[in-house]
């Protein structure tokens, strides 16, 4: 079973970067990021696929870009001009079969594989 370990969270202010990284242990065939706070559902922020499309939600485009390097497993985040209702757990997430379109990529149930989670708080 492939693990997932993220790593990038933290603290900052309105305007600042993040960049959130994601190493796994094995092979996937699709890997995203989802977030969520208290009460609420988990939302995915964008999802990629083994041959690197992707579907970002709305609230992402403009300021979220997601990359591999494949050499070391590991998924990115990048994420710019940071808001406070970016404040969540960010989650990486992954798949390692079966088929997918654009509109699961962003979908939690595709996903199988969950790393544990790391807090983003934007203070304003």
């Known amino acids: 079973q492939v693990q997932l370990v993220e790593s990038g969270g933290g603290s900052v202010q309105a305007g600042e970067s993040l960049r959130l990284s994601c190493a796994a242990s094995?092979?996937?065939?699709?890997m995203a990021w989802f977030r969520q706070t208290p009460g609420k559902e988990r939302e995915g922020v964008v999802g990629?696929?083994?041959?690197?499309?992707?579907n970002y939600a709305d609230s992402a485009k403009a300021r979220f870009s997601v990359f591999k390097d494949p050499a070391k497993r590991t998924l990115y985040l990048q994420m710019n001009n940071l808001k406070p209702e970016d404040t969540a757990v960010y989650y990486c997430?992954?798949?390692?079969?079966?088929?997918?379109?654009?509109?699961?990529?962003?979908?939690?149930?595709?996903?199988?594989?969950w790393g544990q989670g790391t807090q983003v708080t934007v203070s304003s």
């Open positions: 990629i696929d083994v041959m690197n499309r992707t």
């Open positions: 997430a992954a798949a390692s079969g079966g088929s997918w379109d654009a509109q699961s990529l962003l979908n939690p149930a595709r996903y199988d594989i």
């Open positions: 094995g092979s996937t065939l699709l």
